[in-house]
């Protein structure tokens, strides 16, 4: 089974620019998450869609995060402009439900991330 | 903040003891999740122990909650050099959305 794919990897922009990450979830995750990690620290969650809505967007700094996931699949996240503080890890991570009563609860799978450097 | 925090902040063992970290949390709970993050495997889920049982096995692995104290534990036994990593406790709430809300992790070296 195809795990999260994640791009780019890496990327090094200066503060005041934009950039956007992109996910693919696993086949048939019907929720997708965005997670910030800065470095020493627990993953931070940004947004969480189920299907192509919006169930907790909370804690995203709306006025320069912004994410979507059209047709309910793939989904990206983007940062304009950026901010030194944006410099993190950022994962995206699927799972098959959302609620308690899915076979597994809603453990979640998380694909390798993109290290994000704002100088 | 609802975050967890687990303890100790970072262990070192020897190959072949046991590795035991715990976590507290601050309100009512769906689950609790054990994860385990190293360079080379990423994040990956390790054990759920829902919020009305009170231990879970899973190979060298033993989850302990209890609810009453707002606290879980995560035994590894027989440790290996491969099981370096940091690990974190993340905790559900909510309803519908049971958002999960990650602790801070501990970071445990096995040394061979």
């Known amino acids: 089974e195809a795990g999260v794919a994640q791009s780019p990897r890496y990327k090094i922009i200066e503060k005041r620019q934009s950039v956007a990450f992109w996910c693919n979830p696993i086949?048939?995750?019907?929720?997708l998450y965005w997670y910030q990690q800065i470095l020493g620290q627990g993953p931070k969650l940004l947004i969480q869609?189920?299907?192509?809505?919006?169930?907790?967007d909370s804690q995203l700094p709306k006025d320069r995060f912004s994410a979507e996931r059209l047709k309910g699949v793939d989904s990206t996240l983007k940062i304009q402009p950026a901010k030194l503080e944006d410099s993190a890890v950022y994962l995206c991570?699927?799972?098959?439900?959302?609620?308690?009563?899915?076979?597994?609860?809603?453990?979640?799978?998380f694909g390798p991330g993109t290290r994000l450097t704002v100088l | 903040s609802q975050q967890g925090e687990e303890d100790p902040q970072a262990l070192s063992i020897q190959e072949g003891e046991n590795a035991t970290m715990n976590c507290s949390y601050k309100t009512s709970i769906n689950n609790l999740q054990w994860y385990r993050q190293n360079s080379g495997r990423g994040l990956v889920h390790l054990i759920l122990?829902?919020?009305?049982?009170r231990e879970k096995h899973s190979g060298r692995l033993r989850v302990t909650l209890d609810t009453s104290k707002k606290s879980s534990s995560l035994l590894i036994t027989a440790s290996r050099a491969a099981d370096t990593a940091s690990y974190f406790c993340?905790?559900?709430?909510?309803?519908?959305?049971?958002?999960?809300?990650f602790g801070t992790g501990t970071l445990l070296a096995v040394q061979p």
């Open positions: 086949s048939g995750h019907a929720t």
């Open positions: 991570a699927s799972s098959l439900v959302s609620g308690t009563s899915g076979r597994g609860g809603n453990e979640q799978f």
């Open positions: 993340a905790t559900a709430y909510g309803g519908a959305t049971n958002k999960l809300i």
């Open positions: 869609f189920q299907n192509n809505g919006v169930v907790d």
């Open positions: 122990i829902r919020s009305n049982e």
